[in-house]
């Protein structure tokens, strides 16, 4: 098992490791999760581009792949958010993890059922308002982060949420190797949460094209194009094309993508519009950005899925920069680890008086 990192985050969640995958969408599936777990880690399914039965699926498989902790995704503003969270309960998944504060009494019924809950926040009075409501811990993602993502620092915002709140705080936002890890360690984090670095291994089901594309890239843009909020993803002339074309064409675009993935997702014109009801009143967003929303999913699976980095739009956080091979997960988290040891080590020399 090599060498072990002890903190609140491995102790609330029963994983060995204080390194935490995130729930990317099309990205984070069964095979992705269960190899992080496998490794030590606390992987976390990505629900939102699943319907209730393929997410009841992929629990089921990743139950049969790995008998370690892990833990499921959640979009809050689901209409089927109650129906999900009970299908947690019933499977016993370990953690549930949010990309928007639950509601309180969604929190308390997850803590009832003893499933550990932690929403991710871009600001320090997010996590103060999820902590006080019951929140296990908290997730936290800086600037640098892939996806959706806010204007502050990591180095700025972590420390801030760490002091305001007495609950366990995941680092997520820059990070990629030991020497992240042990400085949010000092800052006073729990762990850290990866994106692309996990995405960027041989574990991942993206197809190979798409990880050489990312490989070789070294530039992230954050755009409004794509749904109507900063999002951070690889800069390809698909992109830039997205933020040179007008609000009528991209409307456009995105009623169709919404055709599209009413299909795939097997939601009702009726729940796609009171889910959009529920981003626009959360977030307050107008029509034409809760519209434009529609292109998320569509524009990443042409990527994730599909194998088509000219056609679809690629998260990325700014790390991707610092990255050139594609480890196995095992042998990530294990280099991450003792890296990590090796430099807490070595930082703990006395001062000379």
């Not at 939102?48 to 990743?62: D, K």
């Not at 690889?234 to 040179?244: H, K, Q, Y």
């Not at 042998?331 to 006395?350: F, H, N, P, S, Y």
Request: aromatic share 4%.
């Amino acid at each position: 098992m090599g060498q072990m990192l002890d903190t609140p985050l491995t102790r609330l969640t029963g994983v060995r490791h204080p390194v935490v995958q995130t729930g990317m969408g099309w990205v984070a599936g069964p095979r992705l999760v269960s190899a992080v777990a496998n490794a030590g880690g606390l992987g976390i399914l990505a629900s939102a581009t699943m319907t209730l039965g393929q997410l009841a699926s992929a629990i089921e498989e990743v139950r049969s792949r790995t008998g370690a902790p892990f833990g499921v995704n959640l979009r809050a503003d689901a209409s089927d958010a109650g129906e999900r969270v009970e299908l947690l309960i019933r499977n016993q998944v370990k953690v549930a993890s949010f990309a928007l504060a639950p509601r309180q009494e969604l929190i308390a019924k997850l803590k009832d059922a003893g499933v550990v809950v932690i929403p991710s926040v871009g600001a320090r009075r997010h996590a103060e308002k999820v902590a006080a409501w019951g929140a296990d811990a908290v997730l936290v993602q800086g600037g640098e982060g892939g996806g959706h993502t806010g204007p502050v620092a990591t180095t700025l915002l972590l420390p801030q949420v760490v002091d305001a709140v007495d609950i366990p705080v995941i680092a997520a936002g820059g990070f990629f190797d030991g020497r992240g890890l042990a400085a949010a360690l000092a800052y006073g984090a729990a762990g850290v949460a990866m994106g692309t670095r996990f995405l960027l291994t041989s574990d991942s089901s993206v197809p190979d094209a798409v990880k050489q594309a990312y490989l070789g890239m070294s530039e992230t843009v954050v755009t409004r194009q794509v749904d109507g909020m900063p999002h951070r993803v690889l800069r390809t002339s698909l992109v830039d094309g997205l933020e040179r074309s007008g609000t009528v064409s991209g409307l456009v675009r995105a009623v169709r993508n919404a055709a599209r993935f009413k299909k795939i997702s097997g939601m009702s014109w009726p729940a796609m519009i009171r889910d959009g009801l529920a981003m626009k009143h959360g977030k307050e967003l107008s029509w034409s950005q809760v519209l434009m929303a529609a292109n998320t999913p569509m524009l990443l699976k042409a990527a994730m899925v599909d194998g088509r980095p000219d056609l679809g739009v690629m998260a990325s956080g700014q790390v991707v920069a610092l990255i050139n091979d594609l480890p196995a997960c095992e042998e990530l988290i294990d280099t991450i680890i003792t890296q990590a040891t090796d430099v807490l080590r070595a930082l703990g020399t006395k001062p000379i008086d």
